[in-house]
């Protein structure tokens, strides 16, 4: 369950099953077990035309949004494909708006985004995202593609702009010291299995499990448990 407002981290190494998760919960790979809900409605093991009307209430932001744009969209077209029914004018002030909040200038609305550095397009992504005034956002590595001296600043603008607006995240990262930073409580995944769960603090500065130890051995003080 994630709670409206919560940042969820979902860690583990790599094919432990955090991206199958992901695709799980956006409605791309059916479940083997147990069932997802979205705002307590069925959302697993239905028909996508059954899908249809909550789809935008899940938003995702992945690894490389470039490939998720269509090539043929500008800026301004990639963001307002997620406004729903609104006339010419009111989707320009809404991109306006949503470039904005994510520290993008308006002049870049008419850019494609090819042209636009990793950060910016990330940031790109994350207004398309928020256009739909999603439930639940799911992020998946969004920064692992960035540069580091970018990578704080998408993070940073990710946890404020999730406080401010009071939208659940699914945070997927194998960046674990990340996932402490912007996560309230994390599921730790190995071989596509919960290994523990709980607050960052209590996975991560009193683990109880061998493997989140183990994960927890390569990461550099404060966050080592003693």
């Given at each position: 369950?994630i709670a ?7 860690v ?14 956006l ?5 083997d ?12 093991g239905?028909?996508?035309?059954a899908?249809?009307?909550l ?5 995702y932001?992945p ?5 998720s744009?269509?090539?043929r ?41 090819r ?11 994350i207004?398309r ?11 998946d ?7 580091i001296?970018?990578?704080a ?12 607006l009071?939208?659940a ?17 994390v ?34 003080p ?5």
């Amino acid at each position: 369950i994630i709670a409206p407002g919560e940042v969820l981290g979902l860690v583990g190494e790599s094919g432990s099953g955090k991206s199958t998760c992901a695709q799980i919960v956006l409605g791309l790979l059916e479940n083997d077990a147990g069932s997802v809900q979205l705002l307590g409605q069925p959302w697993s093991g239905l028909r996508e035309s059954a899908r249809r009307p909550l789809r935008t209430q899940l938003q995702y932001i992945p690894q490389d949004p470039l490939s998720s744009f269509d090539p043929r969209y500008s800026v301004r077209q990639v963001i307002a494909e997620n406004l729903g029914r609104a006339t010419r004018e009111e989707a320009t002030r809404r991109v306006y708006a949503l470039l904005e909040q994510v520290g993008l200038p308006a002049a870049l609305a008419g850019r494609a985004p090819r042209t636009l550095s990793g950060g910016q397009r990330q940031r790109v992504a994350i207004a398309r995202a928020l256009a739909a005034e999603p439930a639940l956002i799911v992020c998946d590595e969004p920064v692992s593609a960035l540069d580091i001296s970018v990578q704080a600043q998408v993070i940073d603008l990710i946890a404020e702009l999730q406080s401010r607006l009071g939208t659940a995240l699914l945070f997927i990262s194998h960046d674990i010291p990340l996932v402490h930073h912007i996560a309230d409580r994390v599921l730790v995944l190995h071989q596509g299995r919960e290994v523990e769960q709980g607050t960052v603090d209590e996975v991560f500065l009193r683990p109880t499990q061998a493997y989140t130890r183990t994960l927890l051995d390569a990461v550099p003080p404060p966050l080592r448990p003693a």
